[in-house]
């Protein structure tokens, strides 16, 4: 499966339009599954791109502290 390029802002407003489409009953359950798949795979994004952070903020504060 290729690297999909997406932010972190958009991953977080994707996930928001499902979650609001889940919340107002709005998706047909012909596609929850789908849609649910890919909340999972934007979190997976998400928890990505915050550990990338967290370990370049790390190592820019090590770096400092020298």
């Known amino acids: 499966m290729a690297k999909e390029k997406v932010t972190y802002k958009e991953a977080i407003a994707e996930i928001e339009q499902i ?34 952070t967290q370990e370049e903020v790390e190592s820019v504060l090590k770096e400092i502290g020298d």
């Open 19 to 52: 979650l609001g489409l889940m919340e107002r009953e709005e998706l047909d359950v012909d596609d929850m599954s789908a849609k649910v798949k890919r909340v999972s795979d934007l979190i997976r994004i998400c928890r990505q791109k915050l550990l990338q």
